[in-house]
């Protein structure tokens, strides 16, 4: 038995062409959704998954309407061979019932694990220079030392709370007391005073 999944971005678009297409290949059950690639859950794929049976196929028109990314993509053709099930695209022309289709499919396997070793060699050698250079890697400090100063100053007026200081610089509260103890020797008395602030706050 064939089973057949489309799939449209936005309700402006029309999953005509794909079910006419889908219809035409001879599948006997069409589900559909009406979601972006990148959106996690698709209800009409996941109904999908959850009919189809050992000895069917799963049909789309393009393997883009499939998967979120190739990744995913091989995810899902992956867990249908495992139930075996054969995966078939129009456009492309794949059909993994097929020992070509079966290859195509190992090719695609073996591009992602590439791609996925370029990525964390260049991550490793971007580290390893910011090290060099005497950064370290990870997220940018939310506040730098000019930061912290226009705080402390903000905090030294007493016209403003904590709060209205945290908001105008677009902060947390726990980011400006961390931040605090990063540049303690700024201002000691300043930051006693946004500490004793934190108590009336």
Partial sequence: MKVGYAR???????????TDALKAEGCEEIFSDVASGAKDERKGLIEALKYIRKGDT???????RLGRSLK?????????TKREIGFKSLKEN?????????????????????????IRERTIAGLAAARVR???????PM????????ALELIDTNNYSVTEVCKFLKISRSTLY??????????????????????SN
């Fill in 178 to 199: 961390r931040n605090l103890s990063r540049f303690k020797d700024l201002n000691k008395e300043s930051i006693k005073a946004a500490r004793l602030k934190k108590l």
């Fill in 134 to 140: 005497g950064r370290l890697g990870g997220r940018k």
């Fill in 94 to 118: 794949i059909d993994t019932t097929t020992s070509g289709g079966k290859l195509v499919f190992h090719i695609f396997g073996a591009l992602a694990e590439f791609e996925r070793d370029i």
């Fill in 8 to 18: 449209v971005s936005t309700d402006d678009q029309k999953l005509d062409l794909q």
């Fill in 143 to 150: 506040m730098d030392e000019k930061k912290v100063k226009m």
């Fill in 72 to 80: 995913h993509l091989i995810e899902v053709v992956n867990d249908l």
């Fill in 58 to 64: 799963l049909v789309v028109w393009k393997l883009d």
